[in-house]
């Protein structure tokens, strides 16, 4: 990277510190005329990947218009995660905004020659970006108020608030997550975290469609958090979601899976507490009852019901997907009354995949075509949860190693 390069980005970061919110797109725009091109407007995601929404602010040029995340150009470098020039516009190009592998939205740049210089820097520049509007957004009411068409209810909010990046992931492992209704969700919630080698997957679906479901499923992932923190087990996190339902919210029901995968071996252990099984995906096709053991009870029905959960183990295979979701996904009807199911969800997820989409989008398309389906507002909400191992290494198998 040039000198130029290196002193325009560092004052970048330098000078982000200290700003307000609202001051980032001016900043962004000065930064992308020390580097040689002549303007640069963030466009971030709304909270369905809808459309893409320009960063407010102060900016010395006019921001460009909302784009439709279908059908743009601008949409198609955020669907793909790859830089894309205009055809009909050779000096504008979008490159995607990531934080780590979560797709925030794009960087759109222009310039007299968009040649590989010019990009290179664009790229630079848009990395930098991300993580300024990641710290910014921990803080301010600004950038969530940007990313939302309409009013989020008090459940949603709280459910929201708990939720960690929609993707996370390593060169081992990748794990993408979405959540319908966005803004009236109350019982779904889903976890995923990396720690010491593993792995942890959690999705949950509480009982009711209120505050007081949205309270569980936040307990769920407190007390799910807090055991692993202590170098808990499944049954030890199960154990102390049932405990914490029955002291604070007596009668509240939830169901969930629980899974750990060891990204080393591939061992994938899961409970299944009264929940849909998940799926496993293998070369493009559902393996058949692959992780369908049967699920036990919910959790929340008190100490007379506890029971010694049953761990569940299963062994992946390199590029193995595992696909876990909630019943509003299946169970969505047409207005003829037509369910959703689980054979259209998995015809269209291994569709997608087959076509070497990233997972995050084959998860958002997912999403749409099931509140396509659907119509009218969902009547449950409706989860999903995507997670690949992708060993780069040789890993140990029965017969020695098997090459990842």
């Known amino acids: 990277m040039s000198g130029r390069w290196q002193s325009a980005l560092a004052r970048f970061l330098e000078r982000s510190h200290a700003l307000a919110p609202q001051d980032v797109a001016a900043l962004v725009e000065e930064t992308a005329r020390h580097l040689g091109l002549d303007s640069a407007t963030v466009l971030l995601a709304d909270v369905q990947q809808e459309r893409l929404v320009p960063l407010p602010g102060r900016s010395a040029v006019v921001n460009p218009e909302e784009q439709e995340i279908d059908g743009s150009v601008a949409g198609r470098a955020y669907r793909t995660v790859t830089p894309q020039v205009s055809p009909h516009a050779p000096g504008v190009a979008h490159v995607p905004l990531l934080d780590g592998i979560t797709r925030l939205g794009v960087l759109r740049v222009t310039a007299d020659r968009l040649t590989p210089e010019p990009l290179e820097a664009a790229t630079r520049l848009a990395a930098v970006v991300a993580v300024v509007v990641v710290s910014k957004s921990a803080f301010s009411d600004e950038y969530a108020r940007t990313v939302r068409t309409r009013r989020m209810t008090t459940a949603a909010e709280m459910v929201w608030a708990f939720l960690p990046p929609q993707t996370i992931g390593t060169e081992q492992v990748t794990s993408t997550a979405v959540v319908e209704p966005a803004y009236e969700v109350g019982g779904d919630a889903f976890d995923h975290g990396l720690d010491d080698g593993h792995l942890h997957l959690t999705v949950v679906d509480a009982m009711g469609h209120d505050l007081a479901a949205g309270l569980s499923s936040a307990v769920a992932l407190a007390g799910g958090r807090a055991t692993r923190r202590t170098a808990g087990t499944l049954t030890d996190i199960t154990d102390r979601i049932d405990a914490d339902l029955d002291q604070w919210l007596p009668g509240r029901l939830l169901t969930g899976i629980f899974a750990r995968l060891?990204?080393?071996?591939?061992?994938?252990?899961?409970?299944?507490?009264?929940?849909?099984?998940?799926?496993?995906?293998?070369?493009?096709?559902?393996?058949?009852?692959?992780?369908?053991?049967?699920?036990?009870?919910?959790?929340?029905?008190?100490?007379?019901?506890?029971?010694?959960?049953?761990?569940?183990?299963?062994?992946?295979?390199?590029?193995?997907?595992?696909?876990?979701?909630?019943?509003?996904?299946?169970?969505?009807?047409?207005?003829?009354?037509?369910?959703?199911?689980?054979?259209?969800?998995?015809?269209?997820?291994?569709?997608?995949?087959?076509?070497?989409?990233p997972a995050p989008e084959a998860l958002r398309r997912l999403i749409r075509a099931v509140l396509d389906h659907h119509l009218d507002p969902l009547d449950d909400d409706a989860t999903i949860l995507l997670a690949e191992w992708h060993p780069t290494r040789a890993v140990p198998c029965e017969n020695g190693l098997r090459p990842a």
């Open 262 to 357: 060891d990204l080393t071996s591939g061992q994938l252990s899961w409970i299944n507490a009264g929940h849909p099984p998940p799926l496993l995906i293998r070369a493009n096709h559902v393996v058949a009852d692959a992780l369908a053991p049967p699920g036990e009870l919910p959790l929340g029905l008190g100490p007379g019901y506890r029971a010694t959960r049953t761990v569940h183990q299963a062994q992946l295979e390199p590029g193995d997907r595992i696909l876990i979701h909630t019943d509003g996904v299946t169970e969505a009807r047409s207005r003829t009354g037509e369910r959703y199911g689980e054979q259209q969800l998995t015809d269209l997820v291994t569709r997608s995949l087959a076509a070497d989409e």
